[in-house]
């Protein structure tokens, strides 16, 4: 009787969108996660996205700091705890935006 009990629970569950395994199913918001970011990185953001990155969803926030580089700054979408901060010099900031294009042009069908 408790385990059909259980699995009637997980069912349930199922079927009202909770994970049993991973029971934080919803994302912490762009609004949330910028002011996170902004605590870690002092400067302008400049640019913001959710992606999903080594099989994992993150806010990734580009700050312009104080000495005209990029800060990127990477917040895990569920937990809201700081995945990475990179300071980036221009050459790695090139390649990103030159990266971006390529992947805009790769998804709107255009070569």
């Given at each position: ?5 259980i ?15 991973n ?16 605590k870690?990185?002092?400067g ?12 994992k ?11 005209g580089?990029i ?10 705890a ?16 030159r ?7 790769t ?5």
């Amino acid at each position: 009787m408790k385990r059909l009990s259980i699995i009637v629970a997980i069912v349930i569950g199922l079927m009202f969108g909770i994970n049993p395994v991973n029971a934080q199913t919803k994302k912490i918001g762009m609004a949330k996660a910028r002011a996170i970011a902004a605590k870690q990185a002092a400067g302008k953001i400049e640019s913001s996205e959710l992606e999903k990155e080594g099989g994992k969803w993150i806010y990734s926030f580009d700050i312009r700091n104080g000495k005209g580089t990029i800060t990127e700054v990477n917040v895990n979408a569920y937990t809201g705890a700081i995945v990475k901060v990179e300071e980036e010099n221009k050459k790695a900031e090139a390649d990103e935006k030159r990266k971006e294009k390529s992947e805009k042009k790769t998804k709107s069908g255009k070569q």
